[in-house]
């Protein structure tokens, strides 16, 4: 099966086309032009080869970069006919993470505030959620972006369409039918 990867979540502009078990990945670090860069990629990727579905990392992330890739997904995926399997971002992360403790997965959003979800070894064990970094229990932090002046200690976790593309091969048969307009990303508002 030939697909598309997308993960535009945070800063990173992240593109993996899986085909017939070779992959090959474009990837673009601390970018705010997404909408320039993601289309230019899946181009060089896609050259004259035929893809069976676009695997999309949802968020949570940046709101315009995750509008980005959806809307990006949606148009390629509208045009070629094909399906768009949604993957969490975190669950792309977690993909790297292999403590058995519970941990915090986040990427960061503006100032002191991240989003985040908290995980144990093989769970996804809270909602998803945007909210000052201050406030956090006193777990583990795996995740990305967070500005080295505010002096968080964690362990970077860069978030890759290599992972979404894995993921998206378990969840496939449950989305290949299912219509892409209904397909969203994670928005996530700051939480008071």
């Known amino acids: 099966m030939n697909f598309l990867s997308i993960e535009t979540s945070s800063n990173i502009c992240s593109v993996s086309l899986f085909r017939d078990s ?11 032009e997404h ?5 230019v990629y899946a181009q060089r990727l896609l050259n004259k080869i035929s893809i069976d579905y676009i695997a999309l990392s949802i968020g ?13 997904s949606k148009g390629l995926a509208n045009a070629l006919n094909i399906p768009i399997i949604p993957i969490s971002t975190f669950d792309g992360m977690k993909c790297n993470i292999s403590d058995k403790e519970i941990f915090y997965i986040f990427i960061y959003s503006h100032r002191d505030y991240i989003f985040t979800s908290l995980y144990n070894q093989s769970n996804k064990i809270s909602d998803s959620k945007c909210i000052n970094l201050y406030k956090l229990d006193d777990y583990k932090l795996y995740g990305y972006g967070i500005p080295k002046d505010l002096k968080v200690e964690y362990n970077e976790v860069i978030p890759d369409s290599e ?13 290949q039918d299912k219509d892409i307009n209904d397909i969203n990303p994670n928005y996530l508002m700051v939480e008071k």
Not at 22 to 32: G, P
Not at 60 to 72: R, V, Y
Not at 168 to 173: D, G, H, I, T, V
């Open 22 to 32: 070779i992959l090959e990945n474009k990837l673009e670090h601390k970018t705010q």
């Open 60 to 72: 949570p992330g940046s709101f315009s970069s995750l509008k980005i890739g959806t809307a990006f």
């Open 35 to 39: 909408s320039k860069i993601l289309p």
């Open 163 to 175: 992972k979404i593309g894995i993921l998206s091969l378990e969840k496939f048969k449950f989305f």
